[in-house]
């Protein structure tokens, strides 16, 4: 029977908002929040958190360990090396990469995307952009995991773990989930202090359910909020990856 693993990307050294995942929501961290979001997947056999031997992450560990939440820790740098190596003490059979930033993951959007990947034998699925930014999640087969780590030679595709398929769209077959409706402006990703403002608010809002809302109940908030729905809108969609492939471009001119 195939084995579906939830990779968690974390790090304690974010630029933009150090120690972010560890930060308070409704009385548990950002990733304990995350985490229990994810246990209300009906598709996942596990959730394992990822992150480096770098000291700063000792902390990190030190929660994980109080939650008894599973972990791994690899190399900072090359991520996807990280995620090979996990896998290789997990065995999974299918990976679903999330990071700790999105502290609002949706369970049923990561069981939409393992579904429907499964059904139509995709080896790597991920999400349209008219998904809000704070769900994302994608799901690749182990074996083209390991594949493209022996593929990927750029430091952004080491970094950014499944860019190598992004540039070489024809490697596997791919699937992009479609939403219904066109959320992309909504923002509730955890990379700012703006972010931190609106994912506190939602927490608020939501008081102790708010490890088990859903995405609609989510949407509904921010239509009934604009307020808050405008405090991050300024902020570029996929902003990390932008800065590293600047930083790239600008290494090798």
Known sequence: ??????????????????????????????????????????????????????????????????????????????VLGRFIAANKVIKADKVVRITADSPFICPEIVDSLIRR????????????????EGVDCEVINASVLTQIGQLASLASEREHVTLYLFNHPSYCAMFELQNSTDDSTLRFTLDTPEDWRVVTKVAEFFGKKSTGVSYEEIKS?????????????????????????????????
């Open 1 to 78: 029977m195939s084995k579906t693993v939830a990779f968690v990307q974390a790090r304690m050294s974010s630029s933009r908002l150090p120690g972010k995942i560890l930060k308070y929501l409704n009385g548990k961290t950002v990733v304990e929040h995350l985490v229990m979001r994810l246990k209300h997947s009906k598709l996942l056999d596990d959730i394992v958190v990822l992150t480096s031997t770098n000291y700063e992450n000792d902390r990190l560990c030190e929660v994980l360990d109080k939650a008894s939440i599973r972990y791994f820790r690899g190399s900072e740098e090359d």
């Open 117 to 132: 990947s499964n059904e139509v034998n995709a080896e790597y699925g991920y999400l349209s952009e008219n998904f809000a």
């Open 221 to 253: 908030y921010f239509n009934a909020h604009p307020e808050v729905y405008g405090i991050n809108t300024h902020i570029q969609r996929n902003e990390g990856l932008a800065i590293s492939l600047k930083k790239e471009h600008v290494s090798n001119d």
